[in-house]
């Protein structure tokens, strides 16, 4: 075992590269997983000498990365942009999951002579697409929301139904007739827990009043582990849980919102970082020449037949145009799911296993360098490129509870369309006002004559029950302009 300040400064430095390797990949235009993969493969054993070939170890510490991936996810997600998707959004997480298994399953039976039970094992494996790869990639592409919502929400929620699928395929255990009805359980299991404990957790947050604004994120995230945990004891599916948590926490009135959902991207950085390192450091590259072959046949199994006929079920029923749907088919993007799936079918001892992580592994390297990279151009040539829409409003919220009301800050983006609006025109509800405007690190009281400017940041007091519709305004202002909901607006 190394002295602690060896395996901390290996730490430090590990995550430091990675850190720099996110502006690497921005520069070049390369998914920063594949960097991440590589920094794993050079301290492995085939160059730095590091020794690691821990399967159960690597798959625990993987699930882990996961649940805190999915958080990420779900804190960040706004409801109002993935809602008009949900439909779409559930369809490509269950129906194009068992589409995509059954078509890898049959072909890879035909092609690579596997047994049944083995090839849908494959396609169970590689029908997961990755919440990593799709969170960090497909929100600098500048699509619809309707089309970003839709792959942020199968990317969270198809996780849990593909678990359960190898599973089942992974041991002996007979398939019966009420193997579907455990598995609808499970999944509604999972679902009502995540947001029994997202309700139940945002209620506790408004009231805690913690002593600091440190502890709210790092509350919030352990709501969302719990859930997991309450998921997986009830023998239901932990990790649709921890998803459907942190989607209703984030959509809540949660008390420095802003702080809980910052603290939980980095978080979620560090995971991604940490596993996809590790899963390169597990990786042995004298194997991985041998997969190629098969690696090769079953990923063009899955770009040309599976991920096709999958989302043509999924999507056809709510009437996807075919451009969008032939863009959701080169969006299936994978990334260490995969990996930490077959990892899985290894720990349980199923045949071919060892075999499947190599394949997966190659596979997810060609696919990521294939789609990841030409993603843009493929929407631009489809005609769903709306271009790279302007930075998110920040809002965020802290209580103020002598006095029954919130403080909200408010950071105006580059391209907001709150820039030329006068205060006045805000319109808020009664009970809240603009109360200080800080421009060019000069702070000031706003009067409504007051127009506003790009990265003005503004303070603004409201009562308590009117933080919502406040917040709701400023939204609609800047997405809209100055005319947004005239008739709901209220003059300040």
Known sequence: MPDLEILLGVAAAVVLIGVLAVRVSVRVGLPSLLLYLGIGVLLGEAVLGIEFSDALLTESIGLAALVLILVEGGLTTRW????????VGIALSTVAVVVSIGVVGVSLHVLLDLEWRTAFLWGAVLSSTDAAAVFSVL???????RLAGALE??????????VLAVLLLATDDPITWLTPVLVVYELAAGAA???????GGAWALRRAALPSTGLYPLAAIAVCVLAYSA??????????????CALVLGNSELPHRGGVQSFAEGTGWLAQIGLF???GLYASPERLVDALGPALIAGLVLLLAARPLSVIAAATPFRVPWREQAF?????????????LALIAVTEGAPSAARLVDVVFVLVVALTLLQGTTLPVVARMLGVAQGVGTQRIEVDAAPLDELGADLIQVRIPDGSHLRGVYVRELRLPGGATVSLVVRDDHAFTPDGGTRLRERDQLLVVAASGVRNAVEERIRAVDASGRLARWRDGKSQ
């Open 80 to 87: 109002d942009a993935v809602r008009p998707s949900l439909g």
């Open 139 to 145: 929100r600098g592409v500048g699509v619809s929301r």
């Open 153 to 162: 929400l199968e990317s969270g929620m198809n996780d849990a139904p593909v």
């Open 193 to 199: 827990i995540g947001v029994l404990l997202g309700l």
């Open 231 to 244: 998921g997986q004891f009830a023998h239901a599916s932990g990790l649709l849980a921890t998803y459907v």
């Open 277 to 279: 390192v590790l899963l």
């Open 328 to 340: 959701l088919s080169w969006s299936g993007l994978r990334g260490a799911v995969p990996i930490v």
